[in-house]
């Protein structure tokens, strides 16, 4: 077993978090960190999965 997966399986679910608006729970400016969210959500929404996937695919030692 690989435990570096363990670092984008982490990433990846702040990422997922960070999407759905759940993360960061009380920014220092709403307003911009909404403006950030609409911007990236589509894009985040997509890598995030995709980050996890692969921390776990390198946990089980599928990839290197």
Known sequence: MNFEGLIPIVGGMIMIL????TFPKNPKDPEKMKK???KYRPVVKILGPLVVL???L?????LG
């Open 36 to 38: 950030r969210r609409k």
């Open 54 to 56: 692969f921390g776990v």
């Open 58 to 62: 390198q946990l089980i030692g599928i």
């Open 18 to 21: 960070f999407a759905n608006g």
